[in-house]
């Protein structure tokens, strides 16, 4: 039996900014890990981590389960390492999901909620076990699987790569069929697509594992894309039907617009109103004189043709949004932009809190553009701050 066709698709979904996902696709290792603890952090902890699994200098020798535990044991002392070194990156940490093809078998290597499936005649079975906060509660009764998928702290995980320098790995492997196709992902796709959704997009697909792939990104972006979003194929073959194919698609920056078109691209009303450049207080700094003038000359006007009132209790409200490196912030004015890039809003509050700590209905909740005074937008960000324990 033989390696197949494999390919492999990561995207940033329609709400994050950066892509924290790392995927290795280098046949017979494949590998997903999603990264852990705000931009910056996880975007680092899930690179090294993949470049770790590259880096295997095990020239195929050593068993599978030994191989595997060792390419993930390297990757978190990189990751611990790294975060132990520089105290800006505390609480970084990845996810990864390893699969290594070998003598017949697939060894998979886990942890965290990146997820591996196999896909067999006809059927979807999920491989992995998630380390995740929601999944043990289902484990032990306490959760049902549909309140699970609600849960505000389903992004939980309780097992993850670089929070210390040893990490416990689920290793196991699985008798391979040829036919047989494996999937690798981040949650991502499974947080926005179902198993019934995942199955009907790889039916639709069989023969072309690369367009699988790119059809699961478009459906998880059609499901909200709130997650980084990355799917790593491979496939096994009979001996006779040789002739293994490896696509990997470029970053998604390179083919974002052409290869998913207007489901990338950020829905007016869902987007989360946020400055478009710089970093926290660099943005006032930059404004040139001349834009100031622009936008006091065009809040004027606004305020002439509006009627000075109504304006003037719309600049005293407040609303809840998020800044371009995903900090909780709360803005005075109204969420909108006049004369391409002129801001009818200011920051006023950054929150340490990060979007990507929020689960899916409490962002809906708090970005929902409604606005409110500073006191109730202010208000409801400490309140989840203090659950959050910021
Ligand atoms: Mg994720």
Sequence with gaps: MNLGQSAAVTDPGRRRRHNEDAYVCEPPLFAVADG????????LASSLAAAAVRDDSSDGRGDGRRRVDELIQEANRRVYQRQSEDASLSGMGTTMTVAL?????VWIGHVGDSRAYLV?????????????????????GRLSPEDAETHPQRSVVTRALGTDPDVDVDTFSIDSKPGDLF???????????????????????????????????RAANKGGGEDNITVVFFELQAEEDAGERTVVLPPPEQEAGAET????????????????????GRERREHPVRRRVVFVSLLLLLVLVAGGLGVWGLWRSHFVGAEPDGHVAVYQGVPWNIAGNVHLYRTVYESPLLTAQLSRSERKKLFDHSLRSESSAMDEVRSYEEQLGK
């Design 120 to 140: 067999r005649d006809g059927k979807l079975e999920q491989l992995t076990e998630d380390h995740s906060l929601v999944a043990e509660l289902v484990r032990s």
């Design 101 to 105: 093809f070998e003598e017949g078998r």
């Design 36 to 43: 852990i603890g705000g931009a910056q952090a996880g975007e």
């Design 183 to 217: 999937m690798i992902c981040s949650d991502g796709l499974t947080s926005m697509v179902s198993d019934e959704g995942i199955l009907e997009e790889i039916r639709r697909h069989r023969d072309d594992v690369r367009a699988a792939a790119k059809a699961l990104v």
């Design 261 to 280: 078109g207007d489901d990338a691209t950020l829905d007016e009303l869902d987007a989360v109103p946020a400055v478009q450049t710089g970093r926290r």
